[in-house]
């Protein structure tokens, strides 16, 4: 029981920060239309603004975190203005090759500037251990459950109880009525982009410490996130949410009691059959709504 | 027919030209570059004329190098004996998953088709006792061609040359087919298409089987290359490459679908003085086509001075009609 208990938590943990991936990537979905390839590279860039200013500089935790974020901010928004925004038009695999071949940059980017060797990222809470249950778990697994919580009501509260986050569920919902009603499209559009890459930032901040920080490290986390909002539903972010959390327990869970070599067949097995059977996902869009 | 003949014929005599001058190392290359080239022709059926985002043209060339390779050296069968085995395995594969897969549109299809090639290589990395796992698959024989051994890079060429001639020619023939159109209006409205009385399910299918057809035809051209298979070069990475040659020659152009795939195989020696900044050069060279030359290096061709149109409207027109997806 202890050793469920304790493979239970860091699948949550895991799941937490492929569903803050997963979530980035659908604000940016649904705002505006991007199915962005490079989500992954986004939270990788993330792990590393932590290592550049908490390691690199030697920033203290609040100051490296809060510095590290504020770039991750700065870097969505130059994606929009000097990704996005050329492609905007173009057809959407055109605009998924897009992010593909920026996503190649940025890896090969990362990879010049802090060689490919791994880091150990470190975390405030290193070397703390909580007894649960008989079950003894690492206190930076509880406090990323705890943060991807926070943040996920903190995304509830801007998106239903503040003008700027209605605008942005209002750009999402129709582009050509938003700007109708007088709202810029184009900062909300923005705003999107510089959300997502902010929630990469705090997703690959927490994952630091659990994995090494490898500049290859964005090509997996896409892929579970691809998977989570799949099983979730395309477009809906309680669904990236559950099914973050559902691909992170079934790595997890999966690895240790049924086959640690297929562990990640059994995630986008599942991944498959659902866009076989119900390709809407948990709480997904109807996909006739978007075809 | 002229047209598909002259394609099959200038592709072959540019081959010999070329591979009677170029070192070992290029010819190595161009030999690389027609095995891919002949995999995105077939991505052109599925992608450039039906408008499927298929994402796991990689795992259908590893189907065909896989089934080339097993059936040589664990079974022992003569090379021309297991190539239309291996072949038909993966077509008869590709158009039983794509019967309930092809359902899906626009980006729900890229990340199933990306969800089967993520799960082929899991499959080949871990059922070690058929595929040798991360090992591959070593010790292919040699492909002979009536009676020569394909041994060495120039001869290889010339056989690789003479199937992505046959190809080009069929796929040139097929593009101007009823066939051909079928699935260019399926691509450009379904509903209209079925309405016209156009099995949309079947011409999917059938387009994507060809384009897996295809690329099993290339994975067994690279594991008689090569002669060793493993599952690295199947990654889904390399069917997004497979992609990015497609658009940037021009998608829905044969010829297009060739030049992308010699541009993109080349392009690392060619940038080779960038050293480790390569990829990240590679990467905004990419964008930077797909922003500025939409249509692809074929696009380029409107600016040739024979192909300025008389009358610019009614031309271009043709051309989006063909381009656009």
Known sequence: MADFIQLFINGLAIGSVYALAAIGFIIVYSATGVVNFAAGQFVMFGTFAGVAALMNFGMPWPVGYAVSLAAMAVFGALFFLLIYLPLRKSAVLTIIIGTVAIGITMQNAAQLTFGSWPFRLPSPLEGIMVDIGGAVIAAHALAVVVVTGVMIALLWLLFYRTSVGIGMRAVAQDVQAARLMGLNVNRLLALSWILAAVLAGVAGLMLGPMWFADVSMGDPIALKAFAATIIGGFGSLPGAIAGGLFVGLTEVLGASYISSAYKDLIAFGIMILFLLVRPQGVFGERIQDRG | ?325
């Open chain 2, 1 to 325: 027919m002229r047209i598909p003949l002259a394609l099959a014929f200038g592709i072959f005599a540019i081959g010999l030209v070329l591979s009677a001058f170029l070192s070992d190392y290029n010819l190595r290359l161009l030999n690389l570059s027609v095995i891919a080239a002949v995999a995105v022709i077939g991505l052109n059926f599925a992608f450039g004329y039906a408008g499927l985002i298929s994402l796991s043209h990689a795992a259908f060339v590893g189907m065909g190098a896989y089934g080339v390779a097993i059936l040589t050296t664990k079974f022992g069968w003569l090379p021309w004996l297991a190539v239309p085995v291996a072949i038909g395995i993966t077509v008869v594969f590709s158009a039983l998953i794509g019967f309930p897969l092809l359902r899906l549109r626009g980006h729900y299809l890229a990340l199933a088709t990306l969800g089967l090639n993520v799960a082929f290589y899991i499959v080949a990395t871990n059922w070690i006792e058929l595929t040798g796992g991360t090992n591959g698959i070593a010790r292919i024989p040699e492909l002979s061609f009536l009676g020569y051994p394909l041994a060495d890079e120039r001869s290889f060429l010339w056989f690789g040359l003479g199937v992505l001639g046959v190809l080009a020619a069929g796929a040139s023939l097929i593009h101007r087919s009823r066939y051909g159109r079928a699935m260019m209006a399926v691509r450009d409205d379904e509903i209209a298409s079925e309405m016209t009385g156009i099995n949309t399910t079947v011409v999917k299918i059938a387009a994507f089987a060809l384009a897996a057809g295809c690329a099993a035809v290339a994975g067994c051209l690279f594991a008689f290359h090569v002669r060793f298979v493993a599952p690295e070069d199947f990654n889904y990475a390399h069917s997004i490459t497979y992609l990015a040659m497609l658009i940037v020659g021009g998608e829905g152009s044969i010829v297009g679908a060739i030049l992308g795939a010699i541009v993109l195989t080349f392009l690392p020696e060619w940038l080779r003085f960038l050293g480790t900044a390569y990829l990240a050069f590679f990467g905004l060279l990419m964008l930077g086509i797909l922003i500025f030359l939409p249509t692809g290096i074929v696009g380029l061709g409107r600016f040739l001075p024979w192909r300025r149109p008389k009358r610019p409207a009614a031309i271009l027109g043709v051309r989006s009609t063909e381009v656009s997806s």
